[in-house]
């Protein structure tokens, strides 16, 4: 099964080409652009605090995608040939899984290759800690994914799925602005070293002058509350060396939660081979 995903993306060039727009729409255009106005944030360009977030978006789609595809085995009737087949249905699972949060890796590497345009310095420990993260993310939406297509019986409502998914987890995640600290803004002026020490003792790290970030209460509940937050956090501290989350929350949901999620997803697998 793994093989047999990586084969399927292999041939599927609309993938790699979905996931080299978003590149060039998000980081590039909207990094670029939105950049002009907002000087930075926390000391980072705002091109270079969103590559994380790039390099998120294109993982959810693609594992998202890589689940979704189960739909279509079973249509086809792709599972009924596993079923009769010789081969464990852990292993049948196992591979599935592996093979979207292996597809979600390649896909999620795409916004690397412009790191060097927005100036992010790539080191080897920080891009192996975050190709780690990558898969772990990976896993986890191909898990959470693979949840979803079990109860669907058509791809009928895969666009719904898809974005009813995606946006909610994309966009409070802090993939585009900071759970709080600050943005610099053009003619905005310095920020006074007294003022700035307050404001690190409340946890608001802040280079320059600009608006002080916070967000709405309900709102900042839903990023702590979505997991992806923290796999988005881990992944900036490997990238950028920034961080805001608590480190301990961030390791077990970033490591701990996509095995969990497995397991869950390899039940209810075996539930639609069965009906």
């Not at 990094?31 to 270079?48: D, K, N, T």
């Not at 085995?73 to 087949?85: A, H, K, P, T, Y």
């Not at 597809?103 to 100036?119: D, E, F, K, M, R």
């Amino acid at each position: 099964m793994w093989k047999r995903e990586l084969l399927r993306y292999r041939r599927d060039r609309s993938q790699i080409f979905g996931g080299v727009s978003r590149t060039v729409l998000w980081l590039l255009i909207l990094g670029f652009g939105l950049g002009a106005a907002l000087r930075e944030i926390e000391g980072y360009s705002y091109a270079q605090y969103i590559l994380p977030g790039v390099i998120t978006l294109n993982i959810l789609f693609s594992s998202l995608q890589a689940a979704i595809a189960l739909v279509w085995d079973r249509e086809v009737g792709l599972l009924r040939e596993v079923i009769v087949s010789p081969a464990p249905m852990l292993s049948v699972t196992v591979g599935k899984l592996l093979g979207g949060a292996t597809i979600a890796l390649v896909q999620g590497s795409i916004p690397l290759l412009l790191a060097p345009v927005v100036g992010v310095p790539l080191s080897l420990p920080g891009l192996l800690g975050a190709w780690l993260v990558m898969f772990f993310l990976g896993l986890f939406i191909t898990a959470l994914g693979v949840i979803i297509a079990s109860r669907m019986k058509t791809f009928e409502g895969f666009g719904s799925i898809s974005n009813g998914v995606i946006q909610p987890l994309y966009f409070l995640s802090g993939s585009i602005f900071p759970l709080k600290g600050i943005i610099g803004g053009v003619g905005f002026l310095q920020i006074p070293e007294a003022l700035r020490e307050e404001l690190r003792e409340v946890g608001v790290y802040a280079i320059g002058g600009g608006w002080v970030v916070q967000l709405p209460w309900w709102i900042e509940t839903l990023v702590y509350a979505n997991p992806v937050s923290y796999q988005l956090d881990l992944m900036r501290y490997f990238l950028l060396g920034f961080q805001q989350l608590p480190l301990t929350a961030t390791l077990s949901v970033t490591f701990l939660l996509p095995l969990v999620t497995a397991v869950v997803a390899a039940v209810f697998m075996a539930r639609s081979f069965k009906g």
